[in-house]
């Protein structure tokens, strides 16, 4: 039972782990690296609660093994904060109210961020498709469009 | 004399009764005096209830007092989600 | 947003601030039920019935128990027998829901569970469990469970509720029943009478965060338990009853909770891990797979309804006959009694019989889920108003505003209602522009109306003043919502200092009173009313230093915007820093308790607005508008008030056009994934627009009325009117899928 050493960058900071190589990235990244923000909601990719930035392409944690991600470059909802200042995405949710149970917000935010880095000025429609590979069963998701529409207008006028 | 009313459900207890006048100073001798005037709704009555006095539904309303002149109805108990 | 009374002019209630916990849930740090870790952890894994009915014959855990890295095998034999000690039969039906004895009842019920050094194990371990069955005869819905000579789940039960009491066992557990005047005479005076029947199919709650539990079991019986769950002292006493032990043995930490809506007021992971804690001796960690929350843990019941309705040419309602049919799922306990008291409660009707009748078949055991047992009844209610208003050419709000509830009403299940909001919600929707908007090729427009009694039950808060004038608002309702938000709203209105200068706490069942479950739309209301209560207890003691510093007698005192002020102004004001900081001169630390069983609950009403366009090549209905109007009594928190309303609405959206639980013939649930059970994604919906009413409750100090559940009341019956107004067809079978629509199509043009 020989675990593999693997070798990444999450967050920007070089991490290495050990894993068996049955093992998911996203339980690799809650059980081995700690970084508990991406969930589990149903391990098949149909929520996004485990989305995170995998070489820069939004991905679900739970399908991808773990030793598939060595050598890659990851982000997780843990990396958006930088040195301490929230990233726009993460204040326009605060302030929109745009969470209840807040399972999902991780997922949210890194699949809004991908969104907003490919196409920076999304109609309402763009941001509703881009976003529905991820679940939310409390909001009705109306909150999180008008929070990810506010996003993308302060990062456009800043 | 509080005026207490039985539900359809509690009415196979009461021989068809739909409505009493009882004197009693809280729910629990409340029940208790119905209880005397048919058998064996006391503990229908204190298990299976919530109560509305004057409207207010309330649970767990054993020493709750019963103004003169109260409404008094027996409900189910309710569950939430 | 307050459409009815004036604002009083709070200055911290209905404002819109940052919730307190919002920072840790945006950075990856807010702790869910799965997301602790303790040193020398295991990870459990719970073995399952594949059948829907059958007996135990053997369980060998011998292979399971010699496999590396497995440290514990328990059995429904690891469990206190709690029907040979005499236990109340509701407590019973917990601890065999927990854990199965002698037979399983539903695909899914628990037989055994392990816990190992690593998941892979764990897994394997419960694979090598070996369960031998005697497969019985099942019964899946009402119709075949109370068809006659069906297979029974309990030998013994005898239907309540029937009189005389039947002499032969079934699976009908018990009979509700409301009735008023005469049906005959009602239905006589009607001009018009329209009979529908309606079924629905089961829904989960579909909260995306599966069970989760770590127990850690020390050997002298104490253990810690970690979870995410609606009540972590109701879990106390769930678990404690299942393992036979008494609560004080046992500390529940709340986690944060990623959704219940009702399916997380009960126990299922819990008594397993500490258990298997015990046997163990280390922590052990279970968590549900999406499969297994879907195979095992509570939907909402499926049913069939019949409603027949009658009206006057002017419009009045004159009688209503339902009788109602719920699957209660292995043990009793549907939410047919609420529906039965819902069903009509909204309008005033001088003749009725409401009969209804819980049933037990071989699925998972029924949790409650948002305004139990309402959503069904309303969809079928108010689907037959739709028809009853079409048929005499009345506007649907207005044939809703001529029967309205309103104060003084005879409510359908006995007491009169005191000062509610419903017609101010009708009117609310009949004034919005939504209204009149203009409708396009193939779309319709559909009214519905909810109404849901709100809960009161108990509660505890404390406040402790700390040194520099802060605060610290302790109470004991998980936080589902934003609740911590409207705690520190009022605490913040009561003490007169700024909402940023409170920090609003869950505490564990060690450091808060009791709290009962956070459900019914009552935290809000009853939480709210012991933090209150609180905080009046702290200005209290604040006037009295106030007056031993001034040597005053304290009617001289009044605490106005956060400082003690004399009343003739003969002193300078002492502001809420100043006296704490020397309140160890003035009788010592400041600190106040309230514990509570909640008064004045208000009920809560909805109408809703629905505008959908549905394809006639495809079936497919696509909402397009939509608009709730709800009576909040008053919004602390509007941010939030319109999160549960919105919730509530897109719930009952995915109940009416795609969400069912899918069985093949014997009792194995097809479709136990999210790919397969559909809910709403972004791109299914318009935004929702809500519109907060304010009836304020005349019995609560803020006029609060509970807002969590009456949204999801409305939402099926709005979307099939809708779809009739669209198409002309009606559906009574949910989901109103694309088959379904198109079939109806097709009849129609047949």
């Not at chain 3, 909770?257 to 399916?263: D, N, Y």
């Not at chain 3, 194995?668 to 136990?672: G, I, R, S, T």
């Given at each position: 039972m020989a675990r593999t050493h693997i070798t990444t960058v999450i967050n920007g900071d070089e991490v290495d782990f050990l894993t068996e190589d049955s093992t998911s990235l996203l339980n690799a990244l809650r059980d081995e690296v700690g970084l508990t923000g991406a969930k589990e909601g149903c391990g098949t990719g149909d929520c996004g609660s485990c989305s995170i930035l995998l070489d820069e392409r939004v991905t679900c944690s739970c399908l991808v093994f773990a030793p598939e991600a060595n050598g890659a470059n990851i982000l997780t909802v843990e990396g958006l904060t930088d040195a301490g200042e929230l990233h726009p995405l993460q204040q326009c949710f605060l302030e929109g109210a745009a969470l209840q149970c807040g399972i999902c917000t991780p997922g949210f935010l890194i699949a809004a961020k991908a969104l907003l880095d490919k196409n920076p000025d999304p109609t309402e429609t763009e941001i509703r498709y881009a976003l529905a590979g991820n679940l939310c069963r409390c909001t009705g998701y109306d909150k999180i469009v008008r929070a990810v529409q506010e996003a993308a207008l302060q990062m456009r006028e800043q | 004399m509080a005026q207490v009313y039985f539900s359809a459900g509690l009415r196979d207890l009461t021989g068809g009764v739909a409505q009493v006048d009882v004197q009693a100073s809280n729910v629990r001798r409340l029940i208790a005096a119905l209880d005397e005037m048919f058998p064996g709704i006391g503990e229908r009555l204190s298990e299976a209830s919530s109560v509305a006095i004057d409207g207010e539904i309330l649970t767990d309303a054993e020493y709750e007092s019963v103004p003169d002149q109260a409404e008094v109805h027996f409900l189910d108990i309710l569950q939430g989600g | 947003m307050a459409l009815t009374e004036e604002n009083p002019g709070y200055k911290w209630v209905g404002t819109r601030p940052i919730r307190p916990d919002g920072l840790d849930k945006v950075t990856g740090k807010a702790q869910f039920g799965a997301d602790l870790t303790l040193p020398g952890m295991l990870f459990g894994k719970v073995v399952r019935s594949p059948h829907a009915h059958a007996r135990i014959l053997s369980i060998d855990t011998s292979a399971a128990e010699s496999m590396l890295g497995v440290k514990a095998v328990i059995t429904g034999?690891?469990?206190?027998d709690l029907a040979a000690n005499g236990a109340h039969a509701s407590d019973i039906d917990v601890a065999n829901n927990a854990i199965a004895r002698d037979k399983v009842l539903y695909e899914g019920h628990v037989v055994a569970a392990v816990a190992a050094t690593t998941r892979e194990l764990a897994e394997a371990a419960a694979k090598a469990v070996e369960v031998s069955y005697e497969i019985l005869p099942h019964v899946l819905t009402v119709d075949e469970a109370m068809a006659d000579n069906a297979p029974l789940l309990h030998e013994n039960m005898i239907t309540k509720g029937v009189d005389p009491a039947p002499d032969q066992p079934s699976n009908v557990a018990s009979r509700i029943v409301h009735e008023r005047g005469d049906l005959e005479q009602g239905f006589g005076e009607a001009d018009v009478v329209i009979e529908r029947e309606f079924t629905t199919k089961p829904v989960h709650q579909g909260y995306i965060e599966p069970h989760a539990a770590v127990a850690d079991a020390n050997n002298d019986g104490r253990a810690n338990i970690w979870c995410s769950s609606q009540g972590h002292f109701a879990m106390r006493a769930y678990t404690a009853t299942v393992l036979g032990v008494s609560q004080g043995t046992l500390k529940v930490t709340a986690a944060e909770?990623?959704?219940?809506?009702?399916?997380?007021?009960v126990i299922y992971l819990e008594p397993l891990a500490v258990r298997l804690s015990q046997r163990s001796g280390r922590p052990v960690k279970l968590v549900m797979d999406r499969d297994e929350v879907f195979r095992a843990t509570g939907p909402t019941s499926g049913t069939r309804i019949k409603v027949k309705m009658g009206i006057s040419n002017g419009g009045e309602l004159t009688a209503a006959e339902v009788w109602m049919a719920f699957e209660a799922g292995a043990y009793a306990g549907s939410p047919v009694g609420a529906a039965g008291m819902t069903v009509i409660a909204a309008y005033d009707i001088p003749h009725f019989l409401v009969e209804g009748y819980d049933v037990v078949c071989n699925k998972p055991r029924v949790a409650a889920y948002r305004a139990p047992g309402a959503p069904m009844a309303a969809f079928a209610v108010e689907s037959v108003l739709d028809e009853l208003a079409r048929s005499i050419d009345m506007d649907p709000i207005e044939v809703r505003l001529a029967n309205a509830a309103v104060e003084g009403t005879q409510a359908s299940y006995g007491p009169k209602f005191p000062r509610i909001g419903f017609v101010e919600t009708l009117e609310a929707i009949k004034e919005h522009p939504n209204y009149t908007a203009e409708l396009g090729p193939n779309q319709g427009r559909g009214v519905a109306a909810g109404f849901w009694f709100n809960a009161g039950m108990n509660s505890s808060a404390t406040v402790h003043v700390n040194e520099n004038g802060t605060a610290t608002v302790v109470t004991g309702s998980p936080d589902i919502g934003g609740s911590r938000q409207s705690m520190a709203l009022m605490a913040a209105e009561e003490l007169g200092i700024p909402y940023e200068s409170i920090k609003p706490v869950v505490a564990d069942t060690e450091t808060v009173g009791f709290n009962d479950v956070t459900g019914g739309s009552r935290v809000t209301l009853a939480t709210g009313a012991a933090v209150v209560d609180a905080c009046r207890l702290v200005i209290e003691d604040l006037r009295a230093r106030a007056a031993k510093t001034w040597d005053v007698e304290i009617d001289q005192v009044e605490w106005v915007d956060g400082q003690a002020q004399h009343v003739d102004g003969s002193q300078p004001p002492l502001s809420l820093n100043a006296l704490a900081a020397k309140s160890g001169r003035t009788g010592g630390p400041i600190s106040a308790n309230a514990s509570l069983n909640a008064r004045g609950v208000g009920a809560g009403f909805s109408t809703q607005l629905c505008d959908v366009e549905v394809d006639p090549e495809t079936g497919v209905t696509r909402v397009v508008r939509y608009l709730t109007a709800q009576d909040a009594g008053r919004a602390i928190s509007p941010d939030y008030v319109e999160g549960q309303m919105q919730g509530g609405v897109v719930q009952g959206i995915g109940w009416g056009l795609n969400e069912e639980y899918i069985h093949d013939e014997n009792g194995?649930?097809?479709?136990?994934s999210f790919l397969d059970y559909r809910m709403p994604v972004a791109s299914d919906l318009p935004m929702i627009e809500c519109s907060i009413v304010e009836v304020p409750n005349p019995a609560h100090p803020y006029g609060v009325r509970g807002v969590g559940e009456v949204g999801i009341v409305p939402p099926m019956a709005a979307l099939a009117n809708a779809i009739k107004d669209a198409t002309g067809v009606r559906l009574t079978d949910l989901p109103m899928t694309p088959i379904k629509v198109l079939e109806a199509l097709n009849e129609q043009s047949d």
């Open positions: - | - | 034999s690891d469990f206190p909770i990623g959704g219940g809506f009702g399916g997380k007021t194995a649930m097809e479709n136990p």
